[in-house]
């Protein structure tokens, strides 16, 4: 009680002088969006400093328009009656196109059609810090919902004004306000013709409650699907702009290379071949794909290899000796309760095992691509289309590299071939500036497959030592926890230990790392479920009834039970060379089990995953089909990362940077999927791209241990195959 | 240097002037317009940049468009007739049977050669059929279901559509 107070006070003061400054924003403001989209009806999202600071507390808007610094999400309804929300949210194929138009549509009944959305225009949208860690469901829909709802209100007060009756008797419905007795009916373009109304609406706007819901909860399908299956969408990688050229650039061999030598003679005697050679960066821009990559071959460059890299096969070592004290991503964390020697002294039982985890790629079927164009006089504005996950992010990356202020560039991203956390930076969109502005040219640069699986960035490797203490009933009394690099995110134990010392350790990485679908919380739910799995056979207790007997999250038991429930698991028995094994665990406010089910071939050792049931609670359900949709793929996502794929590397170079060689789940590895959505209605919705990745590895493994008695540790488990020597 | 001058895609014949050791894909995308097929590897492992030729399902990535001179191209933007989805697009629709929605292109031709091919393909011929090509976001179930839903509309389709 005593932080909270404090908390309170430390942050009103914050708080009044913002909602003091504001009606002078308002007034700038409203001539300004007015400038920009005409006339109509204009409600924003007012934030309050507080809950908006993650994902607001930056510069918004661009040239032409430097909207307050409080704004949320916010809608527009046109002179023609178009709606129209703005995010700065990016669709990456995780649907929120589709359900930030639910929640529109919630609280202003207009088809679902007629609403547009705009989203990731450095531009148009609100400043947003980026489409990560599953925050659109729980942060922006909410903000949607509550614009939408206060621009009801706005149509109801004019139609009202209008009719000269009291607003008790209109009704909004199918885009249309309507008084039932009269007949009377406005659509939305008569009521916002000829107004420039502008109003901040914020967290006191009342939107229904969940249960209340008629098209969130719905099964909507993904919004503007049909140019999808046409092929009329256009991803950043299928832009073209006139007079656009295509651009290349020159890797070096292997990471880490120095440059000794350079002719570009030859690409630059080329007829229309644009070379720039500026530090670290060796790019050629020319009228199609086959001749940039024509010049590039003509340059001549010699290198001198980094010695002494770190390679696959010492990785793990590498980490444990290379740690450092800097805040890495993550940084450093402790939680420490009780004391563990005390638990282990106390324990019937210790055990110990070291966990790995694999460097592993995003392999985002449109790899990186950017379409840069520089224009007004002297080129000193910059326009980039490109698909990333951090399209504020990368306008500053843009500002640093050209030294130009962020108000002269503006970066859109087109829904994009997804990204799993791996495009929150603007490699592509830096690199296709570079050239445009060389080439005074628009130009188009698409990272080769290659490239995306050398030069992009991984979800980390690591290493994860527990040593943990039991008792005869299956009471776990101590659990020591050391992650290596892999990272933090969802490090802690849901499981009631009393006495536990978790703790992150950062190193030194050999190869690019960062974020990924449920990032660390892949290698830590790994070791950690695993781990779970081995302390129950110790103790010789099954492994469902092991779990709960140490867990009173009921959030985590009900996707336990309820995995369990749906899988069979206890009632029936693994038919020979099968095994079933189930994980549960939480992250980013939602809660997932899977139980598993796996043969493994008696020669060769072959894994072939059966069956995988996962239940699933993420609060109140939006879109129950997309959700399906997204549970299906983190457990086939995860399934690759489970059971064979790795990225391989010796002295600096990627050895397996090709689909040939990388492997990714396809059609013959999928197994029978089964759900269970836990929709709780009482509960806030958050987002669910990332979690249901989480439990499928330690499933995976605890199953292949039930099927062959192997205990396997490390991630992937499996790419050759379980060998008896594995145990 | 060898130059291609003309190519026949989707029932309609271009004229061009593209160097004939450039790919399928890239002349499609860059000089004809027509985007639908993705680039996504390369090295016809992902399926990405699949088109017909002659019906047959080909990875146009690492197909010089030499090799495409005077036969019939289809490519995703050719299967709507006067506004009427292929069975197999509204299926994917229906089904819900995408993402990001970059492999759809190649899923939609590979599945509609196999449809040619045999009309009433039973689950193991989907996914043999369409082994070859990548979903990162794993709608495989989906598109499974899409494939065979679509060979349910063509069956009860045919009699309406006659001389097709």
Known sequence: ?727 | MERITELDVNGTHHRLDADAERTLLSVLRDDLDLTGAKYGCGEAQCGACIVLIDGQPIPSCVTPVSRAVKKEITTVEGLEQNGQLHPLQEAFLEMGAMQCGYCTPGMIMSGVALLRQNPNPSEADIIRSLEPNICRCGAYPRIVAAVRRAAEMMKTETPKEGAA
């Open chain 1, 1 to 727: 009680m005593k932080e909270e107070t404090v908390d309170e006070l430390s942050l009103e003061p914050e708080r009044y002088e913002l909602y003091a400054e504001l009606e002078q924003h308002w007034e700038a403001a409203r001539r300004e969006f007015f400038e920009l989209v005409g006339g109509g009806i204009v409600v924003v999202y007012a934030l309050d400093q507080v809950s908006g600071m993650h994902e607001s507390s930056g510069r918004r808007g661009g040239p032409g328009l430097s909207l307050p610094q409080e704004i949320g999400a916010w809608l527009h309804i046109s002179e023609e009656g178009q709606v129209t929300g703005y995010t700065g949210k990016v669709e990456v194929g995780q649907g929120n196109r589709t359900s930030l138009t639910q929640a529109i549509a919630e609280e202003l009944p207009v088809p679902l059609a007629s609403i547009q959305l705009v989203m990731g225009d450095t531009d148009l949208s609100p400043f947003d810090f980026g489409t990560v860690g599953s925050r659109t469901s729980g942060v922006v829909a909410p903000q949607m919902r509550k614009v939408a709802a206060a621009a009801r209100e706005v149509l109801l007060d004019l139609a009202a004004q209008r009719l000269s009756v009291e607003r008790d008797s209109l009704l909004v419905q199918n885009g249309k306000i309507i008084q039932e007795e009269s007949g009377r009916a406005f659509a939305l373009a008569e009521l916002a013709r000829g107004q420039k109304l502008l109003k901040a609406a914020g967290e006191e706007v009342l939107a229904k409650p969940a249960t209340e819901w008629q098209v969130e909860a719905t099964p909507v399908p993904k919004a503007n699907g049909r140019a999808f299956v046409t092929g009329k969408h256009h991803y950043t990688s299928d832009f073209k702009r006139p007079g656009m050229l295509y651009g290349k650039v020159l890797r070096a061999p292997s990471m880490n290379a120095r440059r000794i030598s350079l002719d570009s003679s030859a690409a630059e005697a080329m007829p229309g071949v644009t070379v720039v050679c500026e530090d670290d960066f060796i790019g050629v821009a020319a009228s199609d794909e086959l001749a940039a990559t024509r010049a590039m071959e003509a340059i001549h460059a010699e290198w001198k290899p980094l010695e002494g890299q770190p390679s696959t096969h010492e990785l793990f070592d590498h980490f444990k000796k290379n740690l450092h004290e800097v805040q890495g991503f993550g940084g450093p964390t402790a939680h420490v309760e009780g004391s563990v020697e005390e638990g282990l002294s106390s324990a019937n039982r210790v055990l110990d095992a070291s966990y790995t985890a694999a460097y592993i790629a995003h392999a985002p079927l449109e790899p990186r691509a950017a379409v840069a164009e520089w224009s007004d006089e002297e080129n000193s504005k910059l326009t980039v289309w490109t698909g990333t996950q951090r399209p504020f992010g990368v306008r500053g990356e843009l500002a640093e590299v050209f030294g130009i202020s962020e108000d002269r560039i503006r970066v859109i991203v087109p829904d994009t071939g997804s990204g799993y956390g791996g495009k929150h930076t603007g490699d592509a969109a830096i690199e296709a500036a570079r050239l445009a502005k060389a080439a005074g040219k628009p130009v188009k640069l698409v990272w080769t497959r290659e490239e995306e699986f050398s030069w992009a960035y991984f979800r980390p490797a690591g290493v994860i030592d527990i040593r943990s203490g039991v008792n005869a009933d299956g009471t776990i009394t101590a659990w020591e926890y050391h992650n290596y690099n892999a990272g933090a995110a969802g490090i802690r134990t849901l499981y009631n230990i009393p006495h536990q010392h978790i703790e992150f350790h950062s190193a030194q990485s050999p190869l690019r790392q960062g974020s990924y679908r449920a990032l660390a919380a892949t290698a830590n739910h790994f070791a950690r479920e695993t781990h779970m799995d081995e302390l129950a056979h110790a103790v010789g207790m099954e492994p469902l009834d092991f779990r709960l007997k140490n867990l009173q999250d009921e959030r985590l038991r009900a996707v336990l039970e309820a995995a369990a429930e749906r899988f069979g698991w206890g009632k029936v028995k693994p038919s020979s060379g099968h095994g079933f094994g189930i994980a549960g665990g939480h992250e980013k406010g939602s809660y997932v089990a899977t139980c598993a089910e796996v043969a493994v071939e008696p020669e060769g050792g072959a894994v072939k995953v059966i069956r995988a049931v996962t239940a699933f609670e993420c609060g109140a359900v939006i879109n129950p089909d997309n959700l399906q949709n997204q549970i299906d793929g983190a457990v086939l996502m995860g399934l690759g990362g489970a059971l064979f794929e790795g990225i391989h590397f010796e002295d600096g170079k990627i050895l397996n940077a090709r689909f040939s060689r990388y492997r990714v789940p396809r059609f013959s590895d999928v197994p029978i999927l089964e759900t269970v959505l836990l929709d709780r209605k009482d509960l806030p919705s958050v987002g669910a791209g990332e979690t249901p990745i989480v439990a499928i590895a330690p499933a995976i493994g605890n199953a292949i241990f039930d099927a062959t008695g192997v205990r396997l540790r490390s991630l992937p488990l499996a790419p050759d195959g379980v060998k008896k020597e594995n145990s």
